[in-house]
């Protein structure tokens, strides 16, 4: 069983900068593709940014294009999303999410996904 844990979420003024960390235990993360979505009350579960396993390519929701960027650290066992520019619609509660990469569709799409974390709250509020 893959086992994801998301942190770094908490309170932050309009335009400020968080770092929300993805940490595996029990595999190696660099094998697969790793996403990031996000769910904000009464909404659905969007996608925000996905990397591919071997980090060639990357998606990001329109949303967040020029805001946010995913990254690996494969030395920590860890994908990162660094969220710049915050605004108050990025309030949502953060999930990151694994698939081997002979599953994964390349487009970000949460179906591809079978790992789940329990996720980390942004809340962006002045």
């Known amino acids: 069983q893959l086992q994801l844990v998301e942190s770094g979420g908490g309170l932050v003024q309009p335009g400020g900068s968080l770092r929300l960390s993805c940490a595996a235990s029990?595999?190696?993360?660099?094998?697969?593709?790793i996403g990031w979505f996000r769910q904000a009350p009464g909404k659905e579960r969007e996608g925000v940014s996905c990397?591919?396993?071997?980090?060639?390519?990357?998606n990001y929701a329109d949303s967040v294009k020029g805001r946010f960027t995913i990254s690996r650290d494969n030395a920590k066992n860890t994908v990162y999303l660094q969220m710049n520019s915050l605004k108050p619609e990025d309030t949502a509660v953060y999930y990151c999410?694994?698939?081997?990469?002979?599953?994964?569709?390349?487009?970000?799409?949460?179906?591809?996904?079978?790992?789940w974390g329990q996720g980390t709250q942004v809340t962006v509020s002045s």
């Open positions: 999410a694994a698939v081997p990469p002979a599953y994964y569709s390349g487009s970000c799409d949460e179906r591809d996904f079978g790992s």
């Open positions: 029990g595999f190696t993360l660099d094998y697969y593709a």
């Open positions: 990397i591919s396993s071997s980090a060639g390519s990357t």
